[in-house]
């Protein structure tokens, strides 16, 4: 059997049993009684053939069956899922392939397109879901549940980032207006599901950064955005669940904001050509969690021995208090099996 492969994983995870307790330490900046994995997104096909799933799933709740099964037979704690079907439409002039640009199809570019965008209520959009597939989650095991994309995201995605530039000195009055009619039905997005008992944390992901800084000046983020992402840590804190910001890019400008005044519990998201994330936990730790980090480019690119001794090395140095195993973003279709399974293996031996 080989070292780094999906039947040597089966094999270990097979008697390993799921316990949201473990995240939790983590999460809570603790050591977890056993090292602790965490990633946000996996993808398709790897979930089915670690789900052992057959062809591909056909229906919605077939969809969240064959991820929770993955995610279990992964040796995670908890599974990511998106609540509801709730975004923020868009008309037919996107053209939908991986890479969109930041520019293109927008919405809101003037008042009167404000004020004829259709403000759609996510609480219309619950169908359940969580309740429909609870079943399904193995003992030990919760729903850590996402967003539709954050605040600053979706107010991109609507109103185009050249656009946002220009209407912050043309009409910041507008942009307020945008902001705030998106935070509003995040918060309803979240308010919805958060004292499930089956959902154990949240995770808000809106992607904040450039490799240098932050998308939007410091001054601005705190004007408009992180108000908004306040008002969503302190809904989840209320309930007593714990909220992960994942967000790329480098926001070294607004850690104590991160840290201090929007008190999130954990971060993810990490680039090596930003900072490392070995040195991201030397300066964080006993501050905030932090999760995952090992550099896509990296898995992708080293050997699986290599990937395998720096995975090690981290559990090692940090003893995985305050922090969980995984990528700096996500599993992508483009990386290899074998250096994801080398990579979640230092946490399963």
């Known amino acids: 059997m080989k070292k780094y492969s999906l039947e040597n994983i089966l094999h270990i995870t097979k008697t390993r049993k799921a316990d949201f307790d473990n995240i939790l330490s983590v999460l809570h900046k603790k050591a977890p009684a056993r090292s602790t994995l965490f990633e946000f997104f996996l993808n398709g096909p790897l979930e089915q053939k670690l789900a052992q799933w057959k062809g591909a799933p056909k229906t919605e709740e077939e969809t969240m069956h064959c991820k ?160 908004w992402h306040k008002k969503i840590t302190r809904l989840a804190h209320s309930a007593g669940k714990p909220v992960i910001l994942h967000s790329c890019g480098n926001l070294e400008k607004v850690w104590d904001d991160i840290i201090y005044d929007m008190q999130y519990d954990a971060k993810h998201s990490y680039e090596d050509n930003i900072m490392p994330v070995e040195r991201v936990y030397d300066e964080l730790k006993g501050k905030i969690a932090v999760l995952g980090g090992i550099d896509v480019d990296f898995v992708c ?3 699986n021995e290599d990937v395998f001794q720096r995975c090690s090395a981290i559990l090692e140095k940090t003893g995985c208090k305050g922090y969980a195993l995984g990528t700096g973003n996500s599993i992508p279709t483009y990386l290899p099996d074998e250096k994801y399974f080398a990579m979640i293996s230092a946490a399963l031996i």
């Open 68 to 227: 929770i099964k993955a995610f279990a037979n992964a040796g995670y704690d908890y599974t990511t899922v998106l609540a509801s079907d709730f975004r923020f439409k868009h008309k037919n002039n996107r053209h939908g392939k991986a890479s969109i640009s930041a520019n293109e199809g927008f919405e809101i570019f003037d008042r009167p397109s404000y004020a004829a965008y259709n403000w759609e209520d996510p609480r219309e959009f619950y169908t359940n879901r969580l309740e429909r597939i609870e079943k399904y989650l193995p003992s030990g095991m919760k729903f850590i549940v996402h967003g539709p994309s954050g605040v600053l995201e979706n107010t991109i995605s609507l109103v185009g980032f050249d656009n946002l530039c220009y209407l912050l000195a043309d009409d910041p009055e507008l942009i307020e207006m945008v902001v705030d009619q998106i935070g509003q039905r995040l918060l309803d997005y979240y308010e919805q599901i958060i004292h499930y008992d089956c959902v154990g944390a949240i995770i808000s992901n809106d992607d904040w950064g450039f490799n240098t800084q932050t998308m939007l000046s410091t001054e601005d983020m705190k004007k408009y955005i992180f108000k």
């Open 301 to 303: 690119r080293a050997p």
